[in-house]
C-alpha cells in the first residue's frame, strides 16, 4: 500500500535559519501530497499542497515541490520564526480519499 | 465560518466504562474521518465516511470501537469498555468529496485517558 517517509526529529533550529523536513512516498500512480502543521494542544492544518508532478505548493513562506522522479515532497523554508514552531506531518492521497500520513518531525525555534 | 467541531476536548474515565466522542463536521462536507494520534504509532485512520455510509473500518482496532453517522452533520466514536491503552487524542476530520483533490480539514481532537 501506499506509505510516507519523512526525516525523523526532533529539529532544532534558531530564527532566521533555513528549514528542511523531507519527505518521500510510495505509492501507485501520482498521488496528492500535502503537508500538514500541528501546534500545540490543536488540530492539523493545511499547510500545502501539490496534485501533480513539478508542481510547487506554498504558504506562509513555506514551500514544497512534487518531485516525481525522486518521489520526493520535502518542505523548505528559508527563515524560520519562533512561531514556526509545532509537529509537520507530510501525507499522501493516492486513489482513494484516505490520506497517508507520516509520523511527524517536531520542530522547534529558538530565539 | 465554522470549522470541525468535536466534543468532549478532554475526556478522563476509568478502565471498563463506555465513552463516546462527538464530531460535527463542516456543513456541506460529505466526508468524515476518524484519526487517533499516540506518541507510539503516530496518526492512525480508524474509519472514514461517505454521504453517512461507512467506506473504510479496517483501522478500527477491535470490536470495542464503533462509529456511527446517523445525518450528515453529526458522528459519534464509542468505546466499550474502554481500556488504558485507548488513551490518546481522537480527532474528527472532514472534506468536499469532488473527484479531484480533497483537503481534509480537522477538528480540534479529544484527549482521551483511561485510567
Known amino acids: 500500500g501506499d506509505s510516507v517517509t519523512q526525516m525523523e526529529g526532533p529539529v532544532t533550529l534558531s530564527e532566521e535559519a533555513f528549514l528542511t523536513i523531507n519527505c518521500t512516498y510510495t505509492?501507485?500512480?501520482?498521488?496528492?501530497l500535502f503537508w500538514y502543521v500541528q501546534y500545540p494542544g490543536e488540530g492539523l492544518q493545511l499547510l500545502l499542497k501539490?496534485?501533480?508532478?513539478?508542481d510547487k505548493g506554498s504558504n506562509k513562506g513555506f514551500e514544497a515541490t512534487y518531485r516525481k522522479e525522486t518521489t520526493s515532497f520535502h518542505l523548505e523554508k528559508g527563515s524560520v520564526q519562533v512561531s514556526d514552531s509545532a509537529v509537520y506531518f507530510c501525507?499522501?492521497?493516492?486513489?482513494?480519499?484516505?490520506?497517508?500520513f507520516g509520523k511527524g518531525t517536531k520542530l522547534t525555534v529558538n530565539p | 465560518d465554522a470549522g470541525v467541531i468535536q466534543s468532549p476536548r478532554h475526556e478522563v474515565t476509568e478502565m471498563g466504562q463506555e465513552v463516546t466522542l462527538r464530531c460535527k463536521p463542516i456543513?456541506?462536507?460529505?466526508?468524515l474521518f476518524w484519526y487517533r494520534q499516540t506518541m507510539m504509532r503516530g496518526l492512525e485512520l480508524l474509519i472514514y465516511?461517505?454521504?453517512?455510509?461507512?467506506?473504510?473500518d479496517s483501522g478500527m482496532p477491535e470490536d470495542r470501537f464503533s462509529a456511527k453517522m446517523p445525518n450528515a452533520s453529526f458522528s459519534t466514536l464509542k468505546i466499550q469498555p474502554s481500556e488504558p491503552r485507548d488513551s490518546a487524542v481522537y480527532f474528527c476530520?472532514?472534506?468536499?468529496?469532488?473527484?479531484?483533490?480533497?483537503?481534509?480539514?480537522f477538528g480540534p481532537g479529544t484527549r482521551l485517558l483511561v485510567l
Open positions: 501539490a496534485t501533480k508532478a513539478d
Open positions: 465516511f461517505n454521504n453517512n455510509v461507512p467506506i473504510d
Open positions: 501525507a499522501a492521497q493516492g486513489g482513494s480519499e484516505k490520506l497517508v
Open positions: 505509492a501507485t500512480g501520482y498521488p496528492s
Open positions: 476530520a472532514s472534506s468536499l468529496r469532488t473527484g479531484g483533490v480533497e483537503t481534509q480539514y
Open positions: 456543513s456541506g462536507h460529505n466526508s
